[in-house]
């Protein structure tokens, strides 16, 4: 696995707050970045399986890549009830997911761990799904 680390960039040249939900997410055309309230990495149930992923492991690089093998492999691929405004202790309590609440539960996995991450995300226009 390549981990590659990458420059900050200035994502945020979003002006407009909008509400999806009872989520408050800044809006840029159709690009969003969801705030930190999905990823409940302090949530007992996250913490201990974050705990129980990366106990042997003894490098940065070996967490991340037990957490991601972690979210690929075992998390099924699927849609939650709940759509896309699903905390990750959700997604960890469904096992179900598809990129979004997976990308959720990866970024609240590897917060759990000390491991410095963040999320960009953006909407496919519903019109692109509809047979």
């Not at 149930?45 to 106990?55: Q, R």
């Not at 998390?75 to 939650?80: T, V």
């Not at 896309?84 to 990866?106: M, R």
Request: charged letters at 25%.
């Amino acid at each position: 696995m390549r981990i590659t680390k990458l420059k900050h960039n200035k994502v945020s040249q979003l002006k407009e707050w909008v509400n999806i939900g009872n989520i408050k997410v800044i809006s840029a055309r159709r690009n969003v970045e969801i705030r930190q309230i999905l990823s409940d990495f302090d949530h007992p149930s996250i913490v201990d399986k974050a705990n129980e992923l990366t106990g042997s492991t003894n490098s940065t690089e070996e967490k991340i890549e037990a957490i991601f093998q972690f979210v690929r492999d075992d998390i099924k691929f699927g849609f939650p009830p709940k759509w896309d405004i699903v905390k990750a202790s959700e997604v960890l309590d469904y096992a179900l997911g598809y990129c979004n609440p997976k990308a959720t539960l990866f970024l609240a996995l590897l917060r759990a761990t000390n491991i410095s991450a963040r999320i960009h995300c953006g909407l496919i226009d519903i019109q692109i799904i509809i047979i």
